[in-house]
């Protein structure tokens, strides 16, 4: 910290803006029959709050792909990203397995 002087402190901690990473997930192309978009399916395995089995959690995210390149089946690489459209928050990063 430092003071000036008007009596104001200025910290390190104002100064620099902290941004966090964009969320990345892996996951199975469930449909791709819209054009340039994709429904991935996501599994992901978490303990139960109250028993602490663990159990599987599945979403599905809509997923923007520019050149239509992934197909039912496919493992996927997808990141967040701006909102797209009405449900489309992600966008395709790689295919990772035909």
């Known amino acids: 910290m430092t003071e000036t002087t008007d009596n104001t402190v200025l910290t390190s901690e104002a100064s620099s803006v902290v941004r966090p ?14 054009d340039k978009t ?3 399916k996501i ?7 109250r028993f602490s089995k663990i159990i599987k959690q599945v979403k599905k995210l ?8 992934a197909k039912v089946g496919d493992r996927v690489s997808v990141m967040e990203t701006r909102p797209l459209s ?11 397995k035909h």
Not at 62 to 69: A, S, T
């Open 21 to 34: 990473l964009r969320k990345a997930r892996v996951g199975k192309v469930v449909s791709n029959k819209m």
């Open 38 to 40: 994709l429904v991935v």
């Open 43 to 49: 599994i992901t395995r978490v303990p139960h709050s």
């Open 62 to 69: 809509y997923v923007h792909d520019e050149k239509n390149e």
């Open 86 to 96: 009405k449900m489309k928050r992600w966008r395709l990063v790689e295919v990772l």
